[in-house]
């Protein structure tokens, strides 16, 4: 089978040992941690994969340029190769740094809503996404085709927005109180699905028609980007770089955890197409929030890293085994039964909970359930994306109910061999096999914004 499937393109230098536990020791250890995966200690954890973001391995050219950093407060040198290198992917006139992308949608957000209650629109905001256009006091409206819906249906473009749909809600609402348009390359929350430049068009002509802005929220652009020259009608013969430029020209602002495509351990990046208001005010409200505008929350060392990373991200022999190592956990897992957002994304696969614990109503979290048995069966981390994430009604404080439950198993780039995909496919299969067993949770203890980071649960 793994003939198919793309080899690595890279040789491994250095090793880091692994650790394994008990069934009867991570038992334990899920109680300790309030049956909450992000409270476990990584040295607990036989593979990780709660994120991609900022878990990678860094090149021998990134950890050579890293040695190059200029740690001046202001004026930094890695700063001006970093701005280059930003100006030169996206085209854009203006860039800032930020410490990852919590910090670049902090700093930004607010600009557009300019009163309470203003709606930003999405394909799917994922959560701190969400929890920043709350905090701004908007409101997160999410608008993805519903094909996504589909587990089972294979769509080449998943991730794409219901243009239909989202004319009609800012007709509703009425221009005037619509903040902004937020697309998501690639989908996360919609099971890291890739969104056409079809649709990106469509999208930019009705931020056109009404004259509202269009922000890319762009962590993983470049397999975005590499999806298109895959499925897109006339984009096979087209450089990754170039089809990201074509995706950076439709929009307004980009805003970027560069812990994904960016392949560094930590930074975030802001930038601007022309809007000198939208500039000065995030220039602004960065010193008091993130750093300096020449260091914005990172260090010289890491922006020369992310300067050579955000290069590395757009090579197509990288893309193609990166996005292959998921194309073989997904079809390792339907294989043997297990249902999954299919087509796999770029970044991770999707196990689909709501189809393996129906008996698990959603305000009980079916896909936490799921995403704990697996830890306890091969210590595995994965994440819940589903109704425990989807958080509350920032209204009337209920629990919101998300449409998909998503056990997310979230691949890092350049970290494990196809040896330990397998691994992770014996012990979903096995969760599966024993999945009328999993029962839900409730909380002990709910912190108010981002709840799932930090709360702790116990099992019903």
Same mark, same amino acid.
């Given at each position: 089978?793994?003939?198919?499937?793309?080899? !690595?393109?890279?040789?491994?230098?250095?090793?880091? @040992?692994?650790?394994?536990?008990?069934?009867?020791?991570?038992?334990?250890?899920?109680?300790?941690?309030?049956?909450?995966? =992000? *409270?476990?200690?990584?040295?607990?954890?036989?593979?990780?994969?709660?994120?991609?973001? %900022?878990?990678?391995?860094?090149?021998?050219?990134?950890?050579?340029?890293?040695? +190059? *950093?200029? &740690?001046?407060?202001?004026?930094?040198?890695?700063?001006?190769?970093?701005?280059?290198?930003?100006?030169?992917?996206?085209?854009?006139?203006?860039?800032? @740094?930020?410490?990852?992308?919590?910090?670049?949608?902090?700093?930004?957000?607010?600009?557009?809503?300019?009163?309470?209650?203003?709606? =930003?629109?999405?394909?799917?905001?994922?959560?701190?996404?969400?929890?920043?256009?709350?905090?701004?006091?908007?409101?997160?409206?999410?608008?993805?085709?519903? /094909?996504?819906?589909?587990?089972?249906?294979?769509?080449?473009?998943?991730?794409?927005?219901?243009? !239909?749909?989202?004319?009609?809600?800012?007709?509703?609402?009425?221009?005037?109180?619509?903040a902004g348009i937020i697309v998501t390359?690639?989908?996360?929350?919609?099971?890291?699905?890739?969104?056409?430049?079809?649709? +990106?068009?469509?999208?930019?002509?009705?931020?056109?028609?009404?004259?509202?802005?269009?922000?890319?929220?762009?962590?993983?652009?470049?397999?975005?980007?590499?999806?298109?020259?895959?499925?897109?009608? %006339?984009?096979?013969?087209?450089?990754?770089?170039?089809?990201?430029? !074509?995706? #950076?020209?439709?929009?307004?602002?980009?805003?970027?955890?560069?812990?994904?495509?960016?392949?560094?351990?930590?930074?975030?990046?802001?930038a601007i197409k022309d809007d000198e208001?939208? =500039?000065?005010?995030?220039?602004?409200?960065?010193?008091?929030?993130?750093?300096?505008?020449?260091?914005?929350?990172?260090? *010289?060392? $890491?922006?020369?890293?992310?300067?050579?990373?955000?290069? &590395?991200?757009?090579?197509?022999?990288? +893309?193609?085994?990166?996005?292959?190592?998921?194309?073989?956990?997904?079809?390792?897992?339907?294989?043997?039964?297990? @249902?999954?957002?299919?087509?796999?994304?770029?970044?991770?696969?999707? /196990?689909?909970?709501?189809?393996?614990?129906?008996?698990?109503?959603? $305000?009980? #979290?079916?896909? +936490?359930?799921?995403?704990?048995?697996?830890?306890?069966?091969?210590?595995?981390?994965?994440?819940?994306?589903?109704?425990?994430?989807?958080?509350? $009604?920032?209204?009337?404080?209920?629990?919101?109910?998300?449409?998909?439950?998503?056990?997310?198993?979230?691949?890092?780039?350049?970290?494990?061999?196809?040896?330990?995909?397998?691994?992770?496919?014996? %012990?979903?299969?096995?969760?599966?096999?024993?999945?009328?067993?999993?029962?839900?949770?409730?909380? !002990?203890?709910?912190?108010?914004?981002?709840?799932?980071?930090?709360?702790r649960l116990r099992p019903l």
């Open positions: 089978m793994k003939n198919d499937f793309a080899p !690595e393109p890279y040789r491994i230098k250095m090793v880091e @040992p692994l650790r394994r536990t008990t069934r009867e020791e991570r038992l334990v250890l899920l109680k300790e941690a309030g049956y909450n995966i =992000f *409270g476990l200690k990584s040295e607990d954890v036989y593979i990780d994969m709660l994120t991609d973001s %900022g878990t990678g391995a860094m090149s021998d050219r990134q950890w050579s340029a890293l040695m +190059q *950093g200029d &740690e001046a407060y202001a004026g930094s040198r890695s700063f001006y190769k970093l701005e280059t290198v930003v100006k030169e992917i996206t085209g854009y006139e203006h860039f800032l @740094p930020a410490h990852q992308g919590r910090g670049a949608e902090q700093v930004a957000l607010p600009y557009f809503v300019k009163k309470k209650g203003m709606y =930003f629109i999405s394909n799917m905001h994922f959560d701190t996404t969400r929890a920043h256009v709350e905090l701004a006091g908007g409101r997160a409206v999410d608008c993805v085709d519903e /094909v996504c819906f589909d587990t089972e249906r294979y769509h080449p473009f998943k991730g794409n927005f219901d243009l !239909e749909r989202l004319e009609t809600l800012i007709l509703e609402h009425g221009k005037e109180n619509i390359l690639t989908n996360n929350s919609a099971g890291g699905q890739p969104v056409s430049l079809e649709n +990106q068009r469509g999208v930019r002509e009705i931020c056109d028609r009404y004259d509202l802005p269009y922000i890319i929220d762009g962590a993983r652009y470049a397999e975005n980007a590499y999806f298109i020259k895959m499925r897109e009608e %006339g984009y096979a013969e087209k450089e990754l770089s170039a089809i990201a430029k !074509e995706q #950076f020209a439709l929009g307004d602002l980009f805003l970027m955890s560069a812990k994904k495509d960016g392949l560094v351990n930590i930074g975030g990046l802001i208001d939208l =500039f000065r005010y995030c220039r602004t409200r960065l010193v008091p929030l993130e750093g300096f505008p020449t260091y914005g929350g990172m260090s *010289g060392r $890491d922006m020369e890293a992310l300067a050579v990373g955000l290069k &590395e991200g757009l090579d197509f022999e990288y +893309q193609r085994h990166r996005t292959d190592q998921a194309r073989y956990l997904g079809e390792s897992l339907r294989a043997a039964g297990v @249902p999954i957002q299919y087509p796999p994304g770029g970044h991770a696969v999707f /196990v689909d909970c709501k189809r393996i614990a129906p008996h698990i109503p959603y $305000d009980r #979290f079916p896909a +936490q359930a799921v995403v704990n048995a697996l830890y306890v069966e091969a210590a595995v981390r994965g994440v819940e994306i589903g109704s425990f994430l989807l958080g509350r $009604d920032p209204d009337t404080g209920e629990n919101l109910e998300s449409p998909m439950e998503f056990m997310r198993l979230t691949i890092p780039r350049r970290t494990y061999t196809y040896a330990h995909l397998d691994h992770v496919a014996e %012990g979903v299969k096995k969760v599966h096999e024993n999945r009328d067993a999993l029962r839900g949770y409730t909380f !002990e203890y709910e912190p108010p914004v981002l709840r799932h980071f930090t709360a």
